[in-house]
């Protein structure tokens, strides 16, 4: 059997929100978009972790210090790569003519 790897603190939508300072819509659209929560049910569910990815992709852009944005890859969590490369990789529809 395989070790098993303890699970970090879940919080609830209430709880991750009130922890990140947005509102309860905002964090279950960030969980959504970014593959980082878990369901059960209709209820959304946050880990220690989940809270680390949707803090780190929200960051800002570094600026320089004539003020002009600095080109930095943008964080891509594992789902939205995999979702990203099955749109690629997806046939395009015909269009009707």
Same mark, same amino acid.
């Given at each position: 059997m395989?070790? /098993?790897?303890?699970?970090?603190? !879940?919080? /609830? /939508?209430?709880? &991750?929100a009130?922890?990140?300072r947005?509102?309860?819509?905002?964090? !279950?659209k960030l969980?959504?978009?970014?593959?980082s929560c878990s369901t !059960?049910g209709?209820?959304?569910?946050?880990?220690?972790?989940?809270l680390?990815d !949707?803090w780190q &992709?929200r960051?800002?852009?570094?600026?320089s210090?004539?003020?002009?944005?600095?080109n930095?890859? &943008?964080?891509?969590?594992?789902? $939205?790569l995999? $979702?990203?490369?099955?749109?690629l990789?997806?046939?395009?529809?015909r269009?009707?003519?």
């Amino acid at each position: 059997m395989p070790p /098993t790897i303890p699970l970090d603190k !879940i919080y /609830t /939508t209430d709880e &991750a929100a009130e922890r990140l300072r947005v509102s309860r819509r905002t964090m !279950i659209k960030l969980g959504r978009d970014l593959g980082s929560c878990s369901t !059960i049910g209709r209820e959304y569910f946050f880990s220690e972790r989940d809270l680390l990815d !949707i803090w780190q &992709a929200r960051r800002a852009m570094p600026t320089s210090s004539q003020g002009r944005a600095v080109n930095v890859e &943008a964080f891509l969590s594992d789902v $939205r790569l995999q $979702r990203s490369l099955q749109r690629l990789t997806q046939k395009k529809r015909r269009r009707k003519q």
